[in-house]
């Protein structure tokens, strides 16, 4: 089995990029839709989709969150099975009853969440679901190993899964599905857990597996992707598909408006890394207003109020000694805006754990106006005005089953309470309130917080943390991740109009583009050490790319 | 302590030992697979029963063990049912069924036997292992046992083999420590579950049947007297693995062994607290201050399915 | 993402319609069953049936023994449900009685209280039954924020070490067995003096319905208050639902679980102090005689509501007493019984996720 992988791909895999521009192809699609509903109960969560997928095609799904994206790839991974229409695989009709029916007719799925088992090794995880009997692990090693190689990854078969990291867990995903010579690959959105110095060598996998006869379906809110992977696009919009493009005609302006259905607003937040590179001239002149009213050089003249944030050299282990974060040294002055740029992975969580009480750091200190808060618990942080905005917005920011209300006020519980009994009334009116005033959409009270969209859960949060009295500082972790691009122009509303009050807004973010969109300063982790401070300016993009990427300036 | 009395507690040890070490190892197969069998009580004490009742039917204790087995997987299956096809709280199960079993057993040992029958049923016959067991000393308090001694043995080295060298064993952990993932690649979470808790039947079935037909050769009412929280005690000691397992069981057995190397009053231990040493161990085990135990992640956590 | 379905609350639904029809259907099915197996052995239906009823509630004394019964299931039950807010499962109860009844007859016995005023003589005792049932309670508490140990596990093997701890304490002269010049040598403890068992509600030794079930009336009534309307309640439910996002909202995570985990053996402990003082009077080894299961069990049927605990143990007060009744005078084994209180549990727990289905729909 082995041997006949490595002749039957090598021809192919010369050829290489140049197969990506070809003639149409006439070919019988490898998965053709027709007609596709799934409802939940009431709820329709994809209508009339009509879909081909051809041999060595990339065909990216792009939409926002809740479009029906993910209902599709778990239609055609078998995982539910629709409520109407048609699927054909190779032309012959197709309804996997489960994602073992799947699996056997030639589809493998790279899921959103990690699906490998943590505590197993590389080899028994891809051996599970494939074998029976007795197992023959050595054998089966050196077959992770060539086919792996086969699309130039390095895979170490005895390892076990939870030493692993992200990227090579995905890429393990990945060497999981491809371990089936799987005719259709669906990847859902992959790369949202990827570092970006990953997702270029996670892309070219992606052509490789195409170039190698299979096709893909890559799901990914993510335009930059689109733009450097796509045969053609699908955009979905509340469960339909609104169009389907070539990308050799593609104008990315135009996928992001019938993406979400209406014109971008002024100023533009970067959707897309390429986007960005385009509207570069209108960002600038369009800088938040409390940027420009403070402006960007230090005024020395006044009398220095004291900074809000300071970060005296802290470091932080962890469970296993190694240095996440080293020496870490910023101040945030009130007012601004101070962006945290890098590549995941360099500390930047650590960071927000420790500003939000969850850890402690291993030395160093960090302060709040003039009160140390090293070893401050989470509610005397909260007490001391600062709102978290944390990046597991669904394990740290909220409740997730409990109530809106519920989770607008659990912070200051004792405000809503009387001899021991909370006071529904008082909360649910503060709740209103603040749904009110924060754009909640779909939302009351008494709403389930899961059942809110993403952009919606995330307007909660900041409802909650904005609205500390006093405000001093906001530390906002990731706050736009997963959010689509209506959302992400209101979340960062929220935080400049904070900004605007007077707080000092530490920023974390992976994003460049929107760092630098939204910030006044932007300081560069990497590898747990903050390796320079610039100001936020186009300008200076190239150079606090390098340092992303290690290369000190 | 001389070498004769070291000999007849080595003997008596294993006695002990090899029940616990046969549900332990069968029990260890479902927890390995997400199921904890609080129902394994009852398992054995239905074993014990049935075993007695067919032996005495048949007179023949083998039959007797086929019964045996038999009444442990029906009771196993009445688990199965409840906490993976029906996903009903494993631990309320596992004390009904236990309450059942108890109830179940007394009165049909009333409505067959009599509720003051002591009758014997035919014992197993000896095995001696020739050369070993005309040794000095140990030989024949540990080559000369019931013939269905070894057969016990030999069940838990097969166990071991099927977790450790077949796909079955690897569908068991992945099933145990992360069902999603295991049902994403096509493995049947509530098959490998269901047929799990049939082996851990099969084997309490056994070591049922031990504590019955293969020692005192009769039924008395809730005669295993926490033997299966016990085996479920030595799977934690032993970090859900299986040789630590079997050696956790070991242990215990020594533990009661000791009670009766001292009579009461000799004791320079209490009685008490040497049967409290297996439980005492456990928990310092699951506390970490013994080694770090680390149960499988989805332990009594039923699975909904992706659907 | 398969939000339709992957979630799947594990308790909290109160739907009155299939929350009842269904138990009860379960609960007469098992009875079916039972009566089936009486008729098979050729007993008197009529007669056994005559003498469960004359034995659970037959006669003010039966009424009375039925409901002391249910009053130390209760205990355990509302214990139960406490901790389960917090998504922590107790099934330590019968440790807890153990416990609960051995330093209630220890301060009983040797803490010099029989001759103090005011009803300390019956407090103290209780109280430190209580204290010993929190403390065991609190030790898987610990272990679970210190070591991260499975409570189920630290709380089943706790079981065992304090059913060993009562057969100790009743095995040693040195503890609590009673000198060798009594009565014989059996090993148990000395009966506790009158002063310090619990009043009779009535006065009257006819009835043995004690102020426990007063007692635990009132507790009843204050854990569904704490549950459905307190911040206690709702934080407790906070980081059972979500232990991390509870911490940054600022509860004191561990300290609550310990805490809750104690009040849970507080509750259990108060059971086994309850079982002693107001009936057993003398501790024994197996003292606890399974009451802690069967209070667990009474936690896991209530789902979540101190009403449901009540019914549930009130219920299965009567049955026991019942039963044994009718195993005196009718002849019927009262392993038959024990097989319907089984089934029973295996029916309705099979049954949940019927309740559930049909609950959503509704």
Known sequence: MTGQTATAVDPLQTTGRASRVRAPDVREPVLDLAGITKSFGALTALSEAALEVHAGEVLCLLGENGAGKSTLCNLIYGVFRPTGGEMRLGGAAYAPADPKAALEAGVGMVHQHFSVVPSMTVVDNLLLGRSRGILHRRLFAEEIRARAAEFGLEVDPWRVVKDMSVGERQRLEIVKCLMRRPRLLLLDEPTAVLPPEEIGSFLDVCRRIADGGGALILVTHKLAEVAKIADRTAILRAGRIVDTVPMASADMKAIVQAMIGRELGGATVAVGLDLAEHAEAAETDELPASAEASGKIPAATKSRPPDVLQIDALTYRDRNGAVRLDEITVEVRPGKILGIAGVEGNGQSELGLILAGLERPSAGRWFVGDREMTRASPAEITAAGVGIVPEDRHAVGAVVEMSVAENLCLQNLAQYTRFGLVRRGAMTAAAKDLIARYDVRGAGPETRFASLSGGNQQKVVLARELTLDPLVLLVAAQPTRGLDVGAVETVYGHIRSACGRGAGVLLISSELDELIAVSDRIAVIYRGRIVGEMPATQKNREAIGALMSGHAA | ?307 | MSGAASSAPASGLRIPAPGVVIPLAAIAASFVVGFALMALTGSNIGAAIGAFAQGAFGSAYAIGTSLNRAVALGLVGLGFILAERANLINVGGEGQIAMGGIFSTAVALYGGVKGLPYGLAVLLPLLAGTLAGAAWGALAGVMKIRFGTNEVISTLLLNFIAILLVYWSVQSVHLLRQPASFAGTLPQSLQVPPSTTLPLLTGNPADPLHIGAAVAVVLAIVTALVLRRSAFGLRLKAIGLSPTASHRAGIRTDALMVSVLALSGAFGGLAGAMMLLGDQGYLTAGFSSGYGFDGLVVGLLARGSAAGVAAVAIFFGFLRSGGISMQISAHVPAALVTIVQGMIVVAIAGSAILIERMGRRA
């Open chain 2, 1 to 307: 302590m001389n070498l004769e009395t070291l000999a007849v507690y080595i003997a008596s040890t294993l006695h002990f030992a090899l029940p616990l070490m046969l549900a332990a190892s069968g029990e260890l197969v479902s927890e390995a697979a997400g199921v904890l069998n609080l129902s394994l009580e009852g398992m054995m004490l239905f074993a014990a029963f049935f075993s007695v009742w067919g032996t005495s039917v048949t007179g023949d204790p083998w039959i007797g063990l086929l019964w045996g087995i038999a009444s442990g997987i029906v009771f196993a299956i009445l688990q199965a049912v409840l906490s993976v096809r029906l996903r009903a709280n494993q631990l309320v199960v596992g004390i009904g069924l236990n309450i059942l079993a108890l109830g179940a057993t007394t009165f049909l040992n009333r409505e067959i036997f009599g509720a003051l029958s002591r009758q014997l049923v035919p014992g197993f016959g000896h095995l001696h292992i020739p050369g070993l067991s005309t040794l000095p000393l140990l030989g024949p308090s540990l080559f000369q046992q019931d013939l269905v001694v070894y057969v016990g043995l030999a069940l838990i080295v097969a166990i071991w083999f099927v977790l450790r060298f077949t796909a079955y064993g690897v569908a068991c952990r992945a099933v145990g420590d992360d069902p999603r993932s295991a049902d994403w690649a096509g493995i049947s979470v509530t098959r490998v579950r269901s047929i799990a808790i049939l082996v851990t039947g099969a084997m309490a079935g056994v070591a049922g049947t031990l504590i019955s037909v293969g020692d005192i050769r009769t039924f008395t009412e809730g005669m295993t007297n926490g033997a299966g929280y016990l085996a479920i005690a030595a799977i934690i000691f032993g970090g859900w693995r299986l040789w630590p397992t079997v050696g956790a069981c070991l242990l215990f057995g020594g533990a009661m062994a000791l009670q009766f190397q001292f009579s009461a009053a000799t004791s320079p231990v209490p009685t008490a607290a040497l049967l409290m040493l297996p439980y005492v161990l456990a928990l310092l085990s699951v506390a970490g201050l013994v080694g770090r135990q680390v149960p499988p992640a989805a332990l009594t956590i039923p699975f909904f399915g992706s659907r």
